[in-house]
């Protein structure tokens, strides 16, 4: 076994988009404010038909179709978006997945940090078993009152990782720096869809946690900072990882250059938070985006309110390009439904999970769609572009597969 780490990346986002210039205007701001001063651009909004299991789903789909199952005995899902307060949202998406009943299923939560969670998880169960194969999930919508200043932080995506030995993408190192704070910067009540925030502390309390699990991977031997090529980070808007690395250089006295981690901003200043999923969506943007990553080291800073924080460190692997998936998100990004700000005013007024009897209008074009809630119980189904992208999924593994053996005899 030569390490363990991600194996695959995948990435999925709702079905609209609210352009901040729209909000700007509606709430008389300077479009600046958002473009500059918080770093983001948009924000994805689910439609009527879309949650943290579509979302969720298929992004793991794109991973099993390319994969397929073998192997994978664990599903751990992360969010702090759950639709119910005992059922795993991952067990829905076993289901709409069709994976192996002999697979244990579990959500996780600490706000945005429960994705970093499930990934350590991940790599101890395979560091148990090599052969065994994680498929770990993290999904959010993130939700704010409308009229306060969170509103343009809200956003919606969801990330599908499969952790295994020999990665084809980037192997994680043993050591991790650790942090955690009780502190009421951030939290969701269990009556409220929506957060409640102290904005200027949560800003503070991600700085502290970044230097605090700096030092901790420091003193417990981890890399030098000078031996960290790249950066990515939790990212609730573009400029709050701006902020805290300005911060770590000032700690360790390096030089800051913040254009070294735009790569990292690509999709998340387009998607907005996404809770357990921002981290991983700004590491998805450097392995489709950056050309001169193999062999080079990405550190990877996790930060869920409340607050824990780790700082993760993982190498790439020399022949990752052959392996990722650049020009998927871009064209997802690119093929939302932009709304208009009374539109998505009204999708967000109803946006709150229930437990009444509804059915779900046919909106989504992604794979999976939430159809609506019976006898109390929610419920999913595959829509058309399931069946059109597990074919198109097959046929590239296919064509994959011959020019293999081409290139072999
Ligand atoms: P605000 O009231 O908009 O803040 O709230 P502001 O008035 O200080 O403006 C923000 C920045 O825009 C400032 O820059 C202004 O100068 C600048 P800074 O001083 O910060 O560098 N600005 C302009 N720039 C250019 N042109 C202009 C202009 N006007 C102003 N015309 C806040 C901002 C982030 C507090 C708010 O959006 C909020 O509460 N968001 C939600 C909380 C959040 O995201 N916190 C981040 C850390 S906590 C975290 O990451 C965890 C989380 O993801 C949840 C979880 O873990 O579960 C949230």
Redo the contacts with the bound molecule.
Sequence with gaps: MTGIGIHDIAVATGHHVLELDDLAVQLG??????????GQDAFSVPAPDEDIVTMGAAAAKQVVDRHGVEGIRTVLFAT?SGIDQSKAAGVFVHGLLGLPQNVRTVELK????GGTAALQLALGIVARNPAERVLVIAA?V?R?DVD??????QGAGAVAILVSADPDLIEIEPVAGLFTADVD??W?PNDRST?L????L??S??VDAFIGAWDDLASRGGPAYDTIDRWVH????T??A??AHRKLTQHVGADFDETELRTGFTYNRQVG?T??A?LWIALAAVLDLDDDLAGKRIGMFS?????VGELVTGVVRPDHQRHRRVGAVRADLDARVRLSVPEYRALHAAGAATSEDTERPRVTAAPFRFSGVLGGARHYEATAAATATTATAAATATTATEAAGTAGE
């Design positions: 701001v300077d479009p600046a404010k958002y473009h500059v001063g918080i702090e600490q706000a945005c940090y959010d993130a704010y306060t200043a969170a509103e343009p932080t910067d951030f969701r957060a925030v102290d904005g200027r949560s800003v309390a991600y939790h990212q609730p808007f400029k709050m701006l902020k938070n809770y357990t921002s930060y869920g309110s409340g607050s």
